[in-house]
């Protein structure tokens, strides 16, 4: 059935549409030329004139899935604490915080694809089963390697490229994952050994290899088995005074490799001033604009509850007496990872705080590309997802800025740019941000623009001039060509997929992984593998090849 999405406002930079009016022909699950005179008269049309069309927005960094999220939620119930009130049309619609709830509150936003960053290989299985619960929208995940024991066995033992890169391919392939996640490589391990700081070229305890190396040879793997999204780095030294060395010495450290930087918010740090904190944000982005083989995503915060996690246990256990409530917990996987839950209220009396949430807008407002700066507030950790209406209008609103700006600890305005940014970010900025961008980043060649050929994904919006208005409730969203939203509320639920990678390698690197299993695991191989069925959702799987072809 063809369907017309007419007198469509248009904003899809792929094709350098900067509001134009336009119509949109589907059919089924794909955008597609108008259709003959005959098929016209018999499609569904619907007139959106002076609505604002773009596709889908895409999310590469956001925490939904897996055993820190879960953890989370045990820990603090109050959370998601449920409502009352049941809406009977859509399975625990009031079930907040929940795999459900995810699917929705994305999918209102107008939100189609959305990438877990931090997949524990042998927590897949149960990752997997949890995107499968989330409606509506398609997920993906990246798998974490970095501070296994596996690998840096290969290292210390001076294996070879090609061996590491079929490690890596394996990887991906046995879990279904989309890309490889590195979070202060080697830091876990050091951790266990009793290091509580670690830097780009400390050594590893036991291992012999540092940081720097674990992850320039994680990079070359990716590059050269031709991954899509480049290596996904949280850098060392996660927020702390100062960092901002680290974070630019990682970008010198990818010698001209594409390289993914993620929540660089919390990189822009420097240590001056009488509070031994400042905003290095300028010189982040001097260094950025220097090395085009980088790109980001910045990892806002916004004031407010919400809690941190992450596999970074050096950097979470360091922060457990900032805990707000007072209850944390980390943890260990003995051979691959470890990771910690903090509980965090951001607050607009904080210093510290309101020069976080400064130092974010910085960034995004000091930025001249928004193709390589990406729109995140690394959910839940600076914010949820559901503020990132509030965010857009932060970027898009200098009078809010200012205002909001105002209510902050007053040298906040003399330690940073911010007053003198009076950049606004436009609508076309906005979508190359959250659509195209990130398609491109990830190698979804059928996602993010709205041409002939594209995924069926668009998102519809009354123009309003609250402009958090205007994103926080899509006026119509359609998945695969149905419409799910309609006046900003779920009216359909779908079932979601998962985009995974086929990887080529060598099989000898089974039998060393077997053999390793055997030795030091309680699991057996078989129950680390994703299979088909593993979700409940045979078909679930889109496979992406790393030739860029595509099959369902």
Same mark, same amino acid.
């Given at each position: 059935?063809?369907?017309?999405?007419?007198?469509?406002?248009?904003?899809?930079?792929?094709?350098?549409?900067?509001?134009?009016?336009?119509?949109?022909? #589907?059919?089924?699950?794909?955008?597609?030329?108008?259709?003959?005179?005959?098929?016209?008269?018999?499609?569904?049309?619907?007139?959106?004139?002076?609505?604002?069309?773009?596709?889908?927005?895409?999310?590469?960094?956001?925490?939904?899935?897996?055993?820190?999220? /879960?953890?989370?939620?045990?820990?603090?119930?109050?959370?998601?604490?449920?409502?009352?009130?049941?809406?009977?049309?859509?399975?625990?619609? /009031?079930?907040?915080?929940?795999?459900?709830?995810?699917?929705?509150?994305?999918?209102?936003?107008?939100?189609?694809?959305?990438?877990?960053?931090?997949?524990?290989?042998?927590?897949?299985?149960?990752?997997?089963?949890? #995107?499968?619960?989330?409606?509506?929208?398609?997920?993906?995940?990246?798998?974490?390697?970095?501070?296994?024991?596996?690998? *840096?066995? *290969?290292?210390?033992?001076?294996?070879?490229?090609?061996?590491?890169?079929? @490690?890596?391919?394996?990887?991906?392939?046995?879990?279904?994952?989309?890309?490889?996640?590195?979070?202060?490589?080697?830091?876990?391990?050091?951790?266990?050994?009793?290091?509580?700081?670690?830097?780009?070229?400390?050594?590893?305890?036991?291992?012999?290899?540092?940081?720097?190396?674990?992850?320039?040879?994680?990079?070359?793997?990716?590059?050269?088995?031709?991954?899509?999204?480049?290596?996904?780095?949280?850098?060392?030294?996660?927020?702390?005074?100062?960092?901002?060395?680290?974070?630019?010495?990682?970008?010198?450290?990818?010698?001209?490799?594409?390289?993914?930087?993620?929540?660089?918010?919390?990189?822009?740090?420097?240590?001056?001033?009488?509070?031994?904190?400042?905003?290095?944000?300028?010189? &982040?982005?001097?260094?950025?604009?220097?090395?085009?083989?980088?790109?980001?995503?910045?990892?806002?915060?916004?004031?407010?509850?919400?809690?941190?996690?992450?596999?970074?246990? #050096?950097?979470?256990?360091?922060?457990?007496?900032?805990?707000?409530?007072?209850?944390?917990?980390?943890?260990?996987?003995?051979?691959?990872?470890?990771?910690?839950?903090?509980?965090?209220?951001?607050?607009?009396?904080?210093?510290?705080?309101?020069?976080?949430?400064?130092?974010?807008?910085?960034?995004?407002? *000091?930025?001249?590309?928004?193709?390589? &700066?990406?729109?995140?507030?690394?959910?839940?950790? =600076?914010?949820?997802?559901?503020?990132?209406?509030? *965010?857009?209008?932060?970027?898009?609103?200098?009078?809010?800025?200012?205002?909001?700006?105002?209510? &902050?600890?007053?040298?906040?305005?003399?330690?940073?740019?911010?007053?003198?940014?009076?950049?606004? @970010?436009?609508?076309?900025?906005?979508?190359?941000?959250?659509?195209?961008?990130?398609?491109?980043?990830?190698?979804?060649?059928?996602?993010?623009?709205?041409?002939?050929?594209?995924?069926?994904?668009?998102?519809?919006?009354?123009? /309003?001039?609250?402009?958090?208005?205007?994103?926080?409730?899509?006026?119509?969203?359609?998945?695969?060509?149905?419409?799910?939203?309609? /006046?900003?509320?779920?009216?359909?639920?779908?079932?979601?997929?998962?985009?995974?990678?086929?990887?080529? @390698?060598?099989?000898?690197?089974?039998?060393?992984?077997?053999?390793?299993?055997?030795?030091?695991?309680?699991?057996? &191989?078989?129950? @680390?593998?994703?299979?088909?069925?593993?979700?409940?959702?045979?078909?679930?799987?889109?496979?992406?090849?790393?030739? =860029?072809?595509?099959?369902?």
């Amino acid at each position: 059935m063809y369907r017309c999405i007419r007198n469509a406002l248009v904003y899809d930079p792929v094709h350098q549409c900067n509001g134009e009016n336009r119509d949109i022909w #589907m059919k089924d699950d794909i955008i597609c030329a108008a259709p003959s005179a005959e098929e016209q008269k018999k499609a569904a049309i619907y007139d959106v004139e002076g609505k604002v069309v773009m596709a889908a927005a895409i999310d590469i960094h956001s925490h939904i899935a897996g055993g820190n999220v /879960n953890n989370a939620r045990v820990l603090l119930p109050e959370q998601h604490r449920s409502h009352l009130e049941r809406q009977q049309h859509l399975p625990f619609n /009031n079930a907040k915080w929940s795999s459900f709830d995810i699917g929705y509150r994305y999918a209102e936003m107008g939100y189609g694809l959305v990438i877990e960053p931090a997949m524990l290989p042998v927590n897949a299985p149960q990752v997997h089963a949890e #995107m499968a619960d989330i409606p509506i929208i398609d997920t993906g995940a990246l798998a974490i390697l970095g501070s296994d024991d596996f690998l *840096l066995r *290969l290292m210390r033992a001076k294996a070879s490229q090609a061996q590491i890169n079929d @490690y890596v391919s394996w990887t991906m392939n046995v879990t279904k994952a989309m890309g490889l996640k590195v979070i202060n490589a080697g830091g876990a391990q050091a951790f266990k050994m009793g290091s509580e700081t670690f830097g780009l070229d400390d050594i590893v305890p036991q291992y012999g290899v540092s940081s720097r190396q674990i992850l320039q040879t994680l990079q070359k793997a990716v590059v050269q088995t031709n991954m899509p999204h480049p290596v996904h780095v949280h850098c060392n030294n996660l927020g702390t005074p100062g960092n901002v060395k680290t974070i630019i010495d990682t970008m010198e450290a990818a010698q001209g490799l594409p390289m993914h930087l993620a929540h660089v918010q919390f990189y822009g740090y420097g240590d001056e001033g009488k509070y031994g904190f400042s905003s290095s944000a300028a010189q &982040l982005m001097a260094a950025f604009a220097s090395y085009p083989n980088i790109t980001m995503d910045v990892g806002q915060i916004l004031f407010g509850q919400t809690v941190t996690l992450s596999g970074d246990v #050096m950097a979470q256990y360091s922060r457990r007496q900032d805990a707000s409530p007072q209850k944390w917990m980390v943890w260990h996987a003995e051979n691959e990872g470890s990771g910690g839950i903090v509980p965090y209220h951001y607050k607009q009396a904080s210093f510290v705080n309101g020069l976080q949430w400064a130092i974010g807008l910085e960034i995004f407002l *000091l930025s001249d590309d928004p193709w390589r &700066l990406f729109f995140t507030t690394d959910h839940p950790n =600076g914010a949820p997802f559901t503020r990132y209406p509030e *965010l857009i209008r932060l970027l898009m609103d200098y009078d809010y800025r200012m205002a909001c700006l105002e209510t &902050l600890h007053p040298e906040i305005q003399q330690m940073t740019l911010l007053k003198g940014l009076k950049r606004e @970010y436009s609508l076309y900025e906005i979508a190359i941000m959250t659509r195209a961008a990130p398609a491109k980043l990830l190698g979804q060649v059928e996602r993010g623009h709205l041409g002939i050929g594209a995924k069926a994904d668009i998102a519809i919006y009354k123009q /309003n001039t609250d402009i958090s208005t205007m994103f926080r409730h899509a006026d119509m969203v359609f998945k695969n060509g149905e419409m799910v939203v309609e /006046n900003g509320e779920v009216k359909l639920q779908q079932h979601g997929q998962t985009l995974s990678l086929q990887m080529g @390698y060598n099989d000898s690197i089974e039998l060393d992984v077997q053999a390793y299993f055997d030795q030091f695991y309680a699991v057996k &191989l078989s129950n @680390y593998r994703v299979t088909e069925d593993v979700a409940a959702g045979m078909n679930r799987f889109i496979y992406q090849g790393v030739s =860029g072809n595509f099959s369902s």
